[in-house]
Each structure stands twice: as structure tokens, then as C-alpha cells.
């Protein structure tokens, strides 16, 4: 259900993306150029869907949120050459030497915008470990669209051009009663001047720019040092979350049942908007199958609530669990009440978790006392668990060997009508219709305590009398083990925590406790402590993904030396990518949000999107001068002419996203949409990284050009 609804969600998103888009075109360009660009949204998205189902991919979340990335740059490469088609149109040329001549002049460039995304996203296919699964379908739909949509710009499209934009321009020479299209002005044409007038005063202060940039990033690169905070997946949309309930050792299944109705009764009670339904469990304390701190009893239970979707709700997880914990209470037949929320992401389990092992039992008992001890010391460590569970109290039966032999009986007499009496024997079958039913016979079930019962026992011997149990076997009291864990042939104990988010992360418990830990078992052979929880998972994912973004950043590199044949266009290029990560780091500020993931994958991403407006500008720079421009004629020119699909690649790509990253006000002002906070972290860093990041292009790039100008005639590259 919680998947059906963040599907739902993603869907809404992506229409209104869609149709925000297509807004975003018609604001710059005639409705019949916006038709044709429009048209390749369908084509690319229909293509993709298609390849998918051939090969077995769903439309999941995951996979729909790879549409939602690619949506807004769908339209990139139709825009760069329809916007170049419509300008050789507007100069007067010939409808299809405008046609041949604008897709023509732009290929290369945009080719090369697509194969730099690609770089950024290919490396994410060949992530290891459980991310690397988790995340696989991201960007093998990210890829396969863009390639159909190159596509489309280049095959299709400059078709669709001439057969419905043609019939609606004027073509041939301008007349008196029939102006040219030279003549048509548009309303951001004085805009345009403006721009180019900032450039030419720029590249007048060309040095000076860089300053103000390379304050720009050390200023925002400290803010982030000093306020950033980092979790691998932040609970923030959690729709699950188990209250988890123990009550002393000798609790029956059935108290246990009775007892927990008082936890039932204030759980119902939450407005039906907030909860969907609970489940109560007795007799087990777990959240997956693979949970390392499952407990088993009878003494122990669970009830786990499903809460309704985050848009549709005033109140988050945490404030619900706030309110149900102040009417719970602390109920004294309760020994401990403890409260979860179900991670999201791949990794479940604690934020910190520790496994001592070793090969006695008492010694690892004595060792986790010693780790809890460690762990109480460093503020924001909160809920301490230890799988050392004491369970239930159990009378041993211990035969005396000396009576046994005197009255005629053996050990496996007494074990035998021991179990008889308490866990009972089949004595026959009773069969309805087709299946057969079991009749157990064992001793009736309340009769006084069981040390009691043991004693007044009667075990039958050889010579048909009834020997009472107390006469060849002592009874002794003891605490059991409520499970027993291995690891590597060893005990294991396992030590795990959350902690108070305000205080500190997992991360930094993690760094802490490998500081103070290994000391305790410096003297103790054959005994080691691993650590494991979300520091484990971190440095997995961090380092998976640090390998995929320095594999990006290298084909990038690689692509763009190969395009423009030297060393500093390529590097000045590759200059957009921290404009476009302060982008990410003020989103993060500004939204209060973690450096999650997501987050980082949305960097990643980011890394190939940024670096086109800027593959584009140089090419065109390139382009005039091999005419035999100046060097800063060139620049200027290129900024104006290339102002307009700048900002309309940028626009549309973050309007594709906007929905996603703010959908939650989108639901409350139209009804329609929704958010996911899973995924909105990887929306606001894609979103506000290439939107803050192409004003930054637009503002100090051409400076940069300028300045490497200037290099290149003094060390003459």
C-alpha cells in the first residue's frame, strides 16, 4: 500500500512536471516550434517504457523517479537545435537551409552535452552491494530516454520542423506588406541587450569576477563545513512505526493478549486521517526476518501501526508517536515500552549497531556490560539494546541415579512422562472428511505452580506402580536464554542504540565508540567487537559512490578533451560543477535538510547536467572566432545568442523536478500531487544545483573564458 501510494504520488508529479514543461517552452518559443520540441516527450518516455518491459524492469518508485530526473531534459537537446533552427529562420534564411544549416551547426555540441549525462549517470550502473541494486534502475532509465531523445532531435524532429512550422513562417524576402522575420522582436529581446551589456562589462573585470566567485564558494563551502549534517537515509516520510511491549518473564501468551489491549485501545484512537490500521503481535518483537535484536516469548509483544501517506496528514511520524506515548504512559504490568519507525532506503536495522564475539558466553555477557557502560557516556546515544535477553524461569528435573535404579526406572522414563504431562502425546487421530485431527492428551493447564506439579507427578515403572517424580529426582530453578547467536562458529552478542539527531548522527556515535571500545578487549584472546549499523552502510555507499562520481568526472574529462582537442577548455568547463554544487548546498540550508543519499546521488547527476549550457557556450565562442571574430566580440555575442536556450534548458529540466521536490505545498493549494520525502532530497539537489548553478554560468562564465585567454597567450596552448 505505502508503495501503491508513492507511486501515485511520483505519477501526479510527473504529469504536473509535464505540463509545467511545456509551459516553460511557450513563454520563449511560437506555439509551433513548442509543438515540435513537446512532441519528443512522449516518443522518448514511450521508447523507454517500451525497452523496460522488454527487459524485464517495472515501474516502480525507482524507476519512476529516473523518468521524473530526465522529464525537464528530454526537451534539452530539441530545444538547443529547434532554438538554433528558429534563429537561422529569424535572420532571414531559407526554411531548409535554416533547417540543415541550425541542427547541423549544433550537433557536436549537443551530442556532447548528452554523452557528458550519460558519463554521469553511466557509473551509477556498476555500484556495488545493495545500493548498487537499490538504485540500478535510475540511471539505466535516465540513459536509454536520453538516447531516444537524441534521437528524436536529429531523425525525427527537423521533419516535423518543416511540415508544421513551415506553412506558418514567412519565407523569401521581406516586403512592405509582409515584414521578414528579421524584423519580429520578442519580450525578452531587451533582456538579451542587457545580458550582453553585463558580459561586456565583466570581461572588463575579468580578475575581479574570479575573486567575488572564489569568495562565493569558500563563503558557502564553510557554511556547509559548519552546518551540514549527514544521514544516510533520514526518516522524515516514515508511514510505519512499531511499538514494541515487555512485560515480566512469567507473562502467559494470554495475559500478554489482555495486557496489551491497553496499548490497542489508545492506538485506535488516533484520527482516522493519521492511521490506516495495526497489526498486534504476541509472542515476538521483530521488524524483518533478518532483524538481529528479534525477541521471542511470551512475555514479549508488538503492534506495528500503518499510517496514512505524509501528504494527507497535518502531523509527522514522530509528533504521532510523541502524542501516543504521553496517553500510553508507563503502565506498571509493562516492564519496557519502546517506540520504532521502519527505516526507508535498502538498509534496515539500528543506527548503531555492535557485535561482540567470542567463544564463552559468560566472558561476552561480562564484555557487553562493559560496551553499555562505554555507550551511557557519550551524550545522544539513546534506547541501548543488548541481545543478551534473559528468558523465561525453568525448573531443571534432575534424576538421582541411585533411586531411579531402586524403584525400576530409567532417565528417559522420567523425560518421557515429563513431556507427556506438559507438552502432551498424540493418543489418536479423529478424522472429518478429508483431514485428520490430532487428539493430544497432557495434564490440564492452571493446576498450581509448575514446581508443584512436577512433584506430584506420577511415573509409571516396570512393575505397574506409580511412582511419584519427587522421590528419585530434585528440581532446580534457573534463568534461560532466551536465543542463542553465532557468527563465524563463535557467540555472538550484539549491542545496538539509536540517537538523538540533535545531539549527534550515527556517524559521528560510530567514530566515537571506535575510540573507546577496542581497549576492552585488548587483554581478552579470541574475542573481537565489530561494528556495523548506519557507519557500516555509510562508508559502503559513500565509497561506491565516490568511485562511480571520480569515474564520471574522468569519461567527462576524457569527452571533452576529445571534443575540443586541448586541456583548458575542458577544465573551464569542469568549472560549472562547483558553481552548480553550492546550488545543492544552499537547498540544503535553506530547507534544513540532511546531505543525505539521495542527496549526493542528485550531486552526482548533477556533475553531467551542469557542464552542457557551458559545452555549448565554448563551442559557439569557438564558432565565431574560427570566422574571425575577436576575443571578446566572440563572448558577447555567444551570450546573447545562447542566453535563451540556457534558460530554457535550465527551466524546464527544474520544472520537470519542482513538482517532486514541492509537492507537498502543490497538495495542499490544488489537491493534486503529492510528496514523498523519500525522494525530495535528490529533487532539491538536482533542482536548485542546476538552477543556481546556470545563473552562476551566465554570470561568471564568461569572464572565465576571458581569463583563459589570457592564459593561453602566455604559456601558448
Given at each position: 500500500?505505502?508503495?501503491?501510494?508513492?507511486?501515485?504520488?511520483?505519477?501526479?508529479?510527473?504529469?504536473?512536471?509535464?505540463?509545467?514543461?511545456?509551459?516553460?517552452?511557450?513563454?520563449?518559443?511560437?506555439?509551433?516550434?513548442?509543438?515540435?520540441?513537446?512532441?519528443?516527450?512522449?516518443?522518448?518516455?514511450?521508447?523507454?517504457?517500451g525497452?523496460?518491459?522488454?527487459?524485464?524492469?517495472?515501474?516502480?518508485?525507482?524507476?519512476?523517479?529516473?523518468?521524473?530526473?530526465?522529464?525537464?531534459?528530454?526537451?534539452?537537446?530539441?530545444?538547443?537545435?529547434?532554438?538554433?533552427?528558429?534563429?537561422?529562420?529569424?535572420s532571414?534564411?531559407?526554411?531548409?537551409?535554416?533547417?540543415?544549416?541550425?541542427?547541423?551547426?549544433?550537433?557536436?555540441?549537443?551530442?556532447?552535452?548528452?554523452?557528458?549525462?550519460?558519463?554521469?549517470?553511466?557509473?551509477?550502473?556498476?555500484?556495488?552491494g545493495?545500493?548498487?541494486?537499490?538504485?540500478?534502475?535510475?540511471?539505466?532509465?535516465?540513459?536509454?530516454?536520453?538516447?531516444?531523445?537524441?534521437?528524436e532531435?536529429?531523425?525525427?524532429?527537423?521533419?516535423?520542423?518543416?511540415?508544421?512550422?513551415?506553412?506558418?513562417?514567412?519565407?523569401?524576402?521581406?516586403?512592405e506588406?509582409?515584414?521578414?522575420?528579421?524584423?519580429?522582436?520578442?519580450?525578452?529581446?531587451?533582456?538579451?541587450?542587457?545580458y550582453?551589456?553585463?558580459?561586456?562589462?565583466?570581461?572588463?573585470r575579468?580578475?575581479r569576477?574570479?575573486?567575488?566567485?572564489?569568495?562565493?564558494?569558500?563563503?558557502?563551502?564553510?557554511?556547509?563545513?559548519?552546518?551540514?549534517?549527514?544521514?544516510?537515509?533520514?526518516?522524515?516520510?516514515?508511514e510505519?512505526?512499531?511499538?514494541?511491549?515487555?512485560?515480566?518473564?512469567?507473562?502467559?501468551?494470554?495475559?500478554?493478549?489482555?495486557?496489551t489491549r491497553?496499548?490497542?485501545?489508545?492506538?485506535?484512537?488516533?484520527?482516522k486521517?493519521?492511521?490506516?490500521?495495526?497489526?498486534?503481535?504476541?509472542?515476538?518483537?521483530?521488524?524483518?526476518?533478518?532483524?538481529?535484536?528479534?525477541?521471542?516469548?511470551?512475555?514479549?509483544?508488538?503492534?506495528?501501526?500503518?499510517?496514512?501517506?505524509?501528504?494527507?496528514?497535518?502531523?509527522?511520524?514522530?509528533?504521532?508517536?510523541?502524542?501516543?506515548?504521553?496517553?500510553?504512559?508507563?503502565?506498571p504490568?509493562?516492564e519496557?515500552?519502546?517506540?520504532?519507525?521502519?527505516?526507508?532506503?535498502?538498509?534496515?536495522?539500528?543506527?548503531?549497531?555492535?557485535?561482540?564475539?567470542?567463544?564463552?558466553?559468560?566472558?561476552?555477557?561480562?564484555?557487553?556490560?562493559?560496551?553499555?557502560?562505554?555507550?551511557?557516556?557519550?551524550?545522544?546515544?539513546?534506547?541501548?539494546?543488548?541481545?543478551?535477553?534473559?528468558?523465561?524461569?525453568?525448573?531443571?528435573?534432575?534424576?538421582r541415579?541411585?533411586?531411579?535404579?531402586?524403584?525400576?526406572?530409567?532417565?528417559?522414563?522420567?523425560?518421557?512422562?515429563?513431556?507427556?504431562?506438559?507438552?502432551?502425546?498424540?493418543?489418536?487421530?479423529?478424522?472429518?472428511?478429508?483431514?485428520?485431527?490430532?487428539?493430544?492428551?497432557?495434564?490440564?493447564?492452571?493446576?498450581?505452580?509448575?514446581?508443584?506439579?512436577?512433584?506430584?507427578?506420577?511415573?509409571?515403572?516396570?512393575?505397574?506402580?506409580?511412582?511419584?517424580?519427587?522421590?528419585?529426582?530434585?528440581?532446580?530453578?534457573?534463568?534461560?536464554?532466551?536465543?542463542?547467536?553465532?557468527?563465524e562458529?563463535?557467540?555472538?552478542?550484539?549491542?545496538?542504540?539509536?540517537?538523538?539527531?540533535?545531539?549527534?548522527?550515527?556517524?559521528?556515535?560510530?567514530?566515537?565508540?571506535?575510540?573507546?571500545?577496542?581497549?576492552?578487549?585488548?587483554?581478552?584472546?579470541?574475542?573481537?567487537?565489530?561494528?556495523?549499523?548506519?557507519?557500516?552502510?555509510?562508508?559502503?555507499?559513500?565509497?561506491?559512490?565516490?568511485?562511480?562520481?571520480?569515474?564520471?568526472?574522468?569519461?567527462?574529462?576524457?569527452?571533452?578533451?576529445?571534443?575540443?582537442?586541448?586541456?583548458?577548455?575542458?577544465?573551464?568547463?569542469l568549472?560549472?560543477?562547483?558553481?552548480?554544487?553550492?546550488?545543492?548546498?544552499?537547498?540544503?540550508?535553506?530547507?534544513?535538510?540532511?546531505?543525505?543519499?539521495?542527496?549526493?546521488?542528485?550531486?552526482?547527476?548533477?556533475?553531467?547536467?551542469?557542464?552542457?549550457?557551458a559545452?555549448?557556450?565554448?563551442?559557439?565562442?569557438?564558432?565565431?572566432?574560427?570566422?574571425?571574430?575577436?576575443?571578446?566580440?566572440?563572448?558577447?555575442?555567444?551570450?546573447g545568442?545562447?542566453?535563451?536556450?540556457?534558460?530554457?534548458?535550465?527551466?524546464?529540466?527544474?520544472?520537470?523536478?519542482?513538482?517532486?521536490?514541492y509537492?507537498?505545498?502543490?497538495?495542499?493549494?490544488?489537491?493534486?500531487?503529492?510528496?514523498?520525502?523519500?525522494?525530495?532530497?535528490?529533487?532539491?539537489?538536482?533542482?536548485?544545483?542546476?538552477?543556481?548553478?546556470?545563473?552562476?554560468?551566465?554570470?561568471?562564465?564568461?569572464?572565465?573564458?576571458?581569463?583563459?585567454?589570457?592564459?593561453?597567450?602566455?604559456?601558448?596552448?
Open positions: 500500500c505505502q508503495g501503491r501510494n508513492r507511486i501515485k504520488t511520483l505519477g501526479s508529479n510527473f504529469a504536473v512536471g509535464l505540463l509545467l514543461v511545456l509551459i516553460m517552452l511557450a513563454v520563449f518559443l511560437p506555439w509551433q516550434v513548442t509543438l515540435v520540441v513537446a512532441v519528443g516527450i512522449p516518443l522518448a518516455l514511450l521508447s523507454t517504457i525497452v523496460m518491459y522488454l527487459t524485464g524492469q517495472s515501474l516502480n518508485m525507482i524507476s519512476l523517479l529516473g523518468l521524473i530526473i530526465v522529464l525537464g531534459m528530454l526537451v534539452d537537446d530539441a530545444i538547443v537545435v529547434c532554438e538554433n533552427i528558429w534563429r537561422h529562420i529569424e532571414g534564411d531559407d526554411l531548409v537551409k535554416a533547417v540543415t544549416d541550425g541542427a547541423s551547426e549544433v550537433f557536436i555540441p549537443v551530442l556532447s552535452s548528452i554523452l557528458t549525462t550519460v558519463s554521469a549517470f553511466g557509473p551509477m550502473l556498476f555500484m556495488t545493495v545500493f548498487g541494486a537499490f538504485i540500478y534502475e535510475i540511471p539505466s532509465v535516465v540513459i536509454l530516454a536520453l538516447f531516444f531523445s537524441l534521437f532531435a536529429f531523425i525525427i524532429m527537423p521533419s516535423h520542423f518543416v511540415s508544421w512550422v513551415g506553412p506558418f513562417i514567412q519565407i523569401g524576402q521581406p516586403s506588406d509582409q515584414p521578414s522575420q528579421k524584423k519580429q522582436t520578442h519580450w525578452y529581446d531587451k533582456w538579451v541587450k542587457k550582453q551589456n553585463f558580459v561586456r562589462w565583466s570581461l572588463q575579468r580578475y569576477m574570479l575573486s567575488i566567485c572564489m569568495g562565493l564558494v569558500l563563503a558557502i563551502g564553510a557554511l556547509t563545513f559548519a552546518t551540514g549534517r549527514f544521514k544516510l537515509f533520514p526518516g522524515e516520510g516514515g510505519f512505526f512499531f511499538i514494541q511491549l515487555e512485560a515480566p518473564t512469567d507473562t502467559s501468551i494470554e495475559k500478554m493478549a489482555e495486557l491497553v496499548v490497542e485501545d489508545v492506538v485506535k484512537d488516533l484520527p486521517d493519521e492511521m490506516k490500521d495495526f497489526i498486534t503481535s504476541i509472542g515476538i518483537i521483530q521488524q524483518d526476518p533478518n532483524d538481529p535484536q528479534t525477541r521471542r516469548g511470551s512475555h514479549f509483544g508488538q503492534v506495528q501501526v500503518s499510517l496514512t501517506a505524509r501528504q494527507n496528514r497535518l502531523r509527522s511520524v514522530w509528533d504521532i508517536i510523541d502524542d501516543v506515548k504521553s496517553r500510553i504512559g508507563h503502565p504490568q509493562f519496557r515500552i519502546t517506540f520504532e519507525v521502519q527505516k526507508e532506503g535498502p538498509p534496515q536495522g539500528r543506527t548503531v549497531s555492535i557485535n561482540l564475539i567470542g567463544p564463552d558466553r559468560d566472558e561476552l555477557a561480562n564484555l557487553a556490560v562493559k560496551v553499555e557502560t562505554e555507550m551511557r557516556k557519550i551524550q545522544g546515544i539513546i534506547d541501548i539494546r543488548n541481545s543478551n535477553v534473559t528468558g523465561k524461569v525453568q525448573w531443571n528435573v534432575i534424576p541415579s541411585e533411586d531411579l535404579l531402586a524403584l525400576g526406572l530409567t532417565a528417559t522414563d522420567v523425560a518421557t512422562t515429563v513431556r507427556a504431562s506438559f507438552e502432551g502425546l498424540v493418543a489418536s487421530t479423529s478424522r472429518e472428511l478429508d483431514e485428520e485431527i490430532d487428539i493430544r492428551v497432557l495434564l490440564s493447564p492452571g493446576q498450581g505452580e509448575v514446581v508443584e506439579q512436577l512433584k506430584n507427578l506420577k511415573i509409571g515403572n516396570r512393575l505397574g506402580n506409580l511412582i511419584p517424580l519427587n522421590q528419585v529426582a530434585d528440581f532446580e530453578k534457573s534463568e534461560s536464554v532466551n536465543s542463542i547467536s553465532h557468527y562458529f563463535d557467540r555472538r552478542i550484539n549491542i545496538s542504540a539509536e540517537v538523538n539527531e540533535e545531539l549527534l548522527t550515527g556517524t559521528e556515535a560510530a567514530q566515537k565508540l571506535k575510540e573507546t571500545l577496542p581497549p576492552l578487549v585488548e587483554n581478552l584472546r579470541d574475542y573481537k567487537i565489530l561494528f556495523g549499523g548506519e557507519d557500516e552502510d555509510t562508508a559502503e555507499s559513500m565509497a561506491s559512490l565516490g568511485r562511480a562520481f571520480i569515474f564520471a568526472i574522468a569519461l567527462i574529462i576524457f569527452l571533452l578533451i576529445t571534443v575540443f582537442r586541448n586541456m583548458i577548455q575542458p577544465i573551464l568547463i568549472t560549472s560543477i562547483p558553481l552548480g554544487f553550492m546550488g545543492v548546498s544552499i537547498a540544503v540550508w535553506v530547507h534544513n535538510k540532511y546531505f543525505s543519499f539521495l542527496a549526493m546521488l542528485g550531486m552526482v547527476a548533477l556533475a553531467g547536467v551542469i557542464v552542457n549550457n559545452i555549448v557556450f565554448i563551442d559557439f565562442v569557438n564558432s565565431l572566432r574560427s570566422r574571425g571574430q575577436d576575443l571578446d566580440q566572440s563572448i558577447i555575442e555567444t551570450a545568442v545562447r542566453m535563451r536556450p540556457i534558460i530554457l534548458t535550465t527551466t524546464t529540466t527544474v520544472a520537470g523536478l519542482v513538482p517532486t521536490a509537492g507537498d505545498y502543490l497538495f495542499r493549494l490544488t489537491g493534486f500531487g503529492g510528496s514523498d520525502p523519500f525522494v525530495v532530497p535528490l529533487a532539491l539537489a538536482l533542482g536548485w544545483g542546476l538552477a543556481f548553478g546556470s545563473v552562476m554560468t551566465m554570470i561568471f562564465f564568461p569572464a572565465f573564458v576571458r581569463i583563459t585567454d589570457d592564459i593561453r597567450r602566455y604559456i601558448r596552448i
